[in-house]
């Protein structure tokens, strides 16, 4: 099979078929926002969020139930320190064998050294994505983000979904 | 995470979304996009493919400079290298409900990290 998976057709007949209410995905109906870049990437001071659950030792993991606190990751982060936590954590194996897989801390640094980044904004952002409540999402989760990239004074931001 | 990327492009920042899942990002309609096709939990490569990780980041930067189409999903040329076999799994709409229960208690990765984050937020 060489087409991508049609995740939103398997994941809803498959709670269809288990009785479930069906999943409300987000369909954006109005044309995509839109800001040009002021720089190039090897100029910009590029925040990073990643949605996989990641947690650093020292921090608090996340929990199972509309979770939208947001972790600060600092960049320096060595790998053997990171941790994942995510409602679906079948898909974690791969991350938590090598956490470069969703939190690509080791490669952003290597991009950064090599002038291809100007630079990563830190701390690299963490959030767990899964959270079923859109209002939450709008309310909790996007301010804190907004903040932390307002703050940081990133040029741009690199959003990597699990 | 396209919703919070079309909030943060609508306050001036732009955004890029690199992405396994084509279906959800598509309807999400990111700004700007990069589609790796890996399994869920790959989005920047395989584990311990440093150089497959190194070439889909920098097929998405090059993405985050090139698209001026706003809504625009770059497909990166690099490939799962185990082939194509995890699809079928992924398409399954058969199987029980994969996800944990809904809890509200922190899910350490490992009991440690309960110890190590005493005192923290």
Same mark, same amino acid.
């Given at each position: 099979?060489?087409?991508?998976?049609?995740?939103?057709?398997?994941?809803?007949?498959?709670?269809?078929?288990?009785?479930?209410?069906?999943?409300?995905?987000?369909?954006?109906?109005?044309?995509?926002?839109?800001?040009?870049?002021?720089?190039?990437?090897?100029?910009?001071?590029?925040?990073?969020?990643?949605?996989?659950?990641?947690?650093?030792?020292?921090?608090?993991a996340?929990?199972?139930?509309?979770?939208?606190?947001?972790?600060?990751?600092?960049?320096?982060?060595?790998?053997?320190?990171?941790r994942?936590a995510?409602?679906?954590?079948?898909?974690?194996?791969?991350?938590?064998?090598?956490?470069?897989?969703?939190?690509?801390?080791?490669?952003?640094?290597?991009?950064?050294?090599?002038?291809?980044?100007?630079?990563?904004?830190?701390?690299?952002?963490?959030?767990?994505?899964?959270?079923?409540?859109?209002?939450?999402?709008?309310?909790?989760?996007?301010?804190?983000?907004?903040?932390?990239?307002?703050?940081?004074?990133?040029?741009?931001?690199?959003?990597?979904?699990? | 995470?396209?919703?919070?990327?079309?909030?943060?492009?609508?306050?001036?920042?732009? #955004?890029?979304?690199?992405?396994? +899942?084509? *279906?959800?990002?598509? &309807?999400?309609?990111?700004?700007?996009? !990069?589609? @790796? =096709? /890996?399994?869920?939990?790959? #989005?920047?490569?395989?584990?311990? +493919?440093? *150089?497959?990780?190194? &070439?889909?980041?920098?097929?998405?930067? !090059?993405? @985050? =400079? /090139?698209?001026?189409?706003?809504?625009?999903?770059?497909?990166?040329?690099?490939?799962?290298?185990?082939?194509?076999?995890?699809?079928?799994? !992924?398409?399954?709409?058969?199987?029980?409900?994969?996800?944990?229960?809904?809890?509200?208690?922190p899910q350490w990765q490992h009991p440690a990290d309960a110890?190590?984050a005493?005192?923290?937020?």
């Amino acid at each position: 099979m060489a087409e991508p998976v049609a995740y939103i057709d398997s994941i809803t007949e498959r709670y269809t078929r288990l009785g479930y209410d069906p999943y409300r995905w987000y369909r954006r109906e109005a044309a995509p926002a839109w800001t040009p870049l002021s720089k190039t990437m090897a100029e910009s001071r590029l925040a990073v969020l990643s949605t996989a659950g990641g947690y650093t030792l020292g921090q608090v993991a996340f929990h199972y139930k509309d979770d939208t606190s947001l972790r600060g990751i600092p960049k320096a982060t060595p790998r053997n320190a990171l941790r994942f936590a995510h409602l679906t954590e079948h898909y974690l194996p791969g991350p938590r064998r090598d956490p470069n897989c969703m939190l690509p801390l080791e490669r952003l640094r290597e991009l950064e050294a090599d002038g291809r980044i100007g630079e990563i904004a830190d701390p690299v952002l963490s959030c767990m994505g899964g959270i079923y409540s859109q209002r939450r999402v709008r309310e909790e989760l996007i301010p804190a983000v907004v903040e932390q990239v307002e703050s940081n004074k990133a040029d741009a931001a690199l959003l990597i979904p699990m | 995470m396209c919703l919070i990327a079309n909030e943060l492009e609508q306050r001036g920042t732009p #955004t890029l979304v690199l992405g396994a +899942a084509l *279906d959800i990002m598509e &309807a999400g309609r990111p700004p700007r996009g !990069a589609f @790796f =096709d /890996a399994p869920l939990g790959h #989005t920047c490569g395989a584990p311990d +493919a440093a *150089d497959q990780q190194r &070439a889909i980041l920098r097929g998405a930067l !090059a993405a @985050f =400079d /090139a698209i001026t189409e706003p809504g625009a999903i770059v497909h990166l040329p690099e490939r799962w290298k185990a082939g194509d076999g995890w699809k079928n799994q !992924a398409s399954d709409s058969t199987g029980g409900d994969s996800r944990q229960p809904r809890d509200t208690t922190p899910q350490w990765q490992h009991p440690a990290d309960a110890v190590a984050a005493e005192g923290a937020d």
